[in-house]
């Protein structure tokens, strides 16, 4: 089973200290919600687990290496970077083929992708008339693209509607039972207590807490041990 | 070649690569054909030069490279759309050996400039040979048509590798497209007419040299004075040009590679 590991992971932007030693395990097989309030460092270590951001000290791994070093990055991961990432000036079918064309993967796997999404009416509509819910689906099909094992999605529910949430629920429920390793950020927390195994819990650049949404939860809901959790880190 | 191919895309969906491919043309067009008028109403103060000169009608068709303006300014949205829009992040996941993606996007670019700068020049000759139709003694060397037709090539590969690399350096299209028109466009030119010395090793001055076309022309009572002997021959213009993309395409690539793509 793919595995996602995060070692003393530390980025720093000149005085800033986006995440400080972040040391995680990410096991195969399971999805694992990667929470923390704003500016918890979340999105910087997926950067860095993602080979977009450099770390300054420390490591992020893919199956016991930096994303950059696998040998068909898309075809092990697939990542749903915020909504952009896309030429807004062209359709959403040809951003895909430009993203399959540089991994290798045949055009005929971009139609299948959006139909996996349900964008396929919208195949050749603008990117920039897209709602920020399209885009959001226009991310999870590039992420699915090269049909990968893992998948590392930040903030992905968001701009979409109760309906939306819930197709993406089903949708990673799916994708897990299949067998995919998921890591997810969000800050929806009540959808986060229904769709993740496992939880990590960010704050100020450093795990608070870790475990399954059992163990933390206890008795009482992920939002009610979330906000304990982050008053007593503070 | 995924790369290269998945580039191709990018700069053939790209609406823009032909309407600057428009406008290449247009500026070829109209900087040669008005010139064969200019060149014979004005001999009088252009210290007698006339069509009978050769060099002065290879000057002419020369103006027909004008369009590396464009070249350069494709380089530019070639590779600053790819942060302006966030592309860079997609572009980046599916290829995160961030080299191989600036080879085949310095690759890709260098062959659309020269392209653009064939058709533009093309089209610059075009004008040229109609503004000059009607003067019977003035003709164009086959040595002088390959000299021209070499260094819209050259310089539409190094214009556009260069255009990359400032995109990469600046990421603002806008700022970059309009810092480049102001300077290449004006400033530059400036320089390389009235400033031979310095204007020589600058890129439009190098690009004059590529010309090959041996002109001295002194303008009668405006202190004008083009000598293009100041200028670099063929050979050394060419490659201080190829060492400008050289440069230029360290720095895209080495910026490229130390930037967090956000």
Redesign the interface.
């Known amino acids: 089973m793919a595995k996602i590991e995060f070692h003393e992971l530390t980025k720093a932007y000149k005085d800033v200290v986006a995440v400080k030693g972040l040391t995680a395990s990410i096991q195969g097989g399971r999805i694992t919600g990667f929470l923390g309030p704003n500016g918890a460092g979340k999105s910087t270590a997926l950067?860095c687990l993602?080979?977009?951001?450099?770390p300054t000290s420390g490591s992020a791994l893919i199956n016991g290496s930096p994303?950059?070093e696998?040998e068909h990055?898309?075809k092990s991961v697939g990542?749903v970077?915020?909504t952009?990432?896309?030429?807004?000036?062209?359709s959403g079918l040809?951003?895909l083929?430009?993203?399959a064309?540089?991994?290798?993967i045949p055009d005929s796997r971009a139609l299948e992708v959006l139909d996996l999404v349900d964008l396929t009416e919208a195949r050749s509509k603008k990117v920039k008339h897209y709602s920020l819910g399209m885009k959001q689906r226009l991310s999870l099909a590039?992420a699915l693209l090269g049909e990968p094992e893992i998948l590392v999605l930040d903030e992905p529910s968001n701009g979409l509607d109760p309906i939306g949430i819930a197709w993406l629920r089903e949708f990673l429920k799916k994708l897990s039972a299949k067998g995919h390793t998921i890591l997810v950020s969000s800050h929806q927390l009540a959808e986060m207590q229904h769709t993740v195994d496992d939880v990590i819990i960010l704050n100020k650049g450093r795990v608070i807490a870790s475990g399954s949404v059992q163990e933390i939860i206890g008795d009482g809901t992920l939002e009610e041990a979330f906000i304990r959790l982050v008053e007593s880190a503070a | 070649m995924n790369l290269v191919k998945s580039e191709f895309r990018k700069l053939f969906y790209t609406r823009s690569v032909y309407g600057l491919t428009l406008g290449a043309i247009a500026l070829a067009m109209l900087s040669t054909w008005p010139a064969a008028y200019a060149v014979e109403r004005t001999q009088n103060l252009l210290s007698g030069e006339s069509l009978t000169n050769p060099q002065m009608v290879a000057g002419i068709y020369g103006k027909a490279t004008s369009g590396y303006l464009f070249a350069i300014i494709l380089g530019i949205i070639f590779m600053g759309n790819e942060y302006q829009n966030g592309m860079a992040i997609s572009t980046f996941l599916a290829t995160p050996k961030r080299t191989k993606v600036l080879y085949a996007k310095l690759g890709v670019a260098a062959l659309a400039g020269v392209a653009m700068m064939v058709i533009s020049e093309l089209f610059g000759f075009l004008g040229a040979y109609i503004g000059l139709n009607k003067y019977t003694h003035a003709a164009l060397t086959s040595g002088a048509l390959l000299s021209l037709i070499v260094a819209g090539i050259i310089s539409g590969a190094v214009l556009a590798v260069m255009g990359v690399a400032l995109g990469a350096l600046i990421r603002n299209v806008r700022i970059a497209t309009t810092g480049v028109v102001i300077w290449l466009g004006v400033i530059e030119r400036l320089i390389v007419v009235f400033w031979t010395t310095g204007g020589k090793y600058l890129p439009s001055g190098l690009i004059v040299g590529m010309l090959n076309v041996k002109l001295d022309v002194k303008s009668v009572g405006r202190g004008l004075n083009i000598d293009t002997a100041n200028y670099f021959g063929a050979t050394t213009a060419t490659l201080l040009l190829l060492a400008y993309a050289a440069v230029f395409a360290f720095l895209g690539i080495f910026t490229s590679l130390r930037r967090d793509v956000n």
Not at chain 1, 50 to 54: F, K
Not at chain 1, 101 to 104: C, D, L, M, R
Request: proline share 6%; charged share 15%; net charge positive.
């Open positions: 950067k993602l080979s977009l951001a450099h994303y950059e696998l990055p898309l990542a970077i915020e952009g990432g896309f030429n807004p000036a062209i040809k951003n083929k430009i993203i064309a540089a991994a290798g590039a």
